[in-house]
């Protein structure tokens, strides 16, 4: 199975650039990536754009979550 480009949007403004572009295997799939003490929480809700001539799915940050201990 192929991997799809998504686009983070939103979330907290100390999320680097370059952790912005992910891929999943499915646009179902939420992206969960660590940042400092908790996870940042994206989802994809229907739109797509062009990244580097090809096309991406936008994800967008829909919640935080602490590591747990």
């Known amino acids: ?10 979330g907290p403004s100390g999320l680097p650039a370059e952790r912005r572009v992910q891929s999943v295997r499915s646009a ?6 660590p940042l400092g003490a908790g996870y940042e929480h994206f989802r994809h809700q229907g739109e797509s754009t062009t990244l580097d001539g090809e096309q991406a799915l936008v994800y967008r940050w829909v919640m935080h979550t602490a590591i747990a201990e």
Do not use: P, Q
């Open 1 to 10: 199975m192929s991997e799809i480009r998504v686009v983070l949007v939103g």
């Open 28 to 33: 179902g799939e939420t992206v969960k990536l």
